[in-house]
């Protein structure tokens, strides 16, 4: 008999260890709405929701609340008030040659 020892899904657990990685990777990135190219500022806030309500700058975070630690997969723009990706937000790098 065989007992295997598997991670447990989906609980979030090593986010931490991603989005320091993921922060590291975007070093530099421009940030822009990919549906209107409208540009996040340092003193943009956006909120969580209920019952939290915590503003704060998601791009610090890479999506996710700092009280709350709920990760926003998906960033509104405050400009044209549309959902996209958090990670379509960030500018390709145009050193990358890709
Ligand atoms: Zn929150
Ligand atoms: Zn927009």
Redesign the pocket.
């Known amino acids: 008999m065989e007992l295997l020892t598997l991670p447990k899904p989906g609980d979030g657990g090593d986010f931490a260890a991603g989005l320091s990685d993921f922060l590291s990777g975007l070093g530099g990135k421009k940030i822009r709405c990919p549906k209107c190219g409208w540009r996040p500022r340092k003193e943009d806030l956006w909120s969580?929701?209920p019952p939290?309500?915590?503003l704060w700058n998601t791009f610090d975070t890479a999506g996710r609340?700092?009280?709350?630690?709920?990760v926003w997969l998906h960033t509104a723009c405050l400009s044209c008030h549309q959902w996209s990706p958090h990670v379509d937000w960030y500018e390709p790098d145009p050193g990358a040659g890709t």
């Open positions: 969580c929701g939290c309500h915590t609340c700092p009280r709350c630690s709920k």
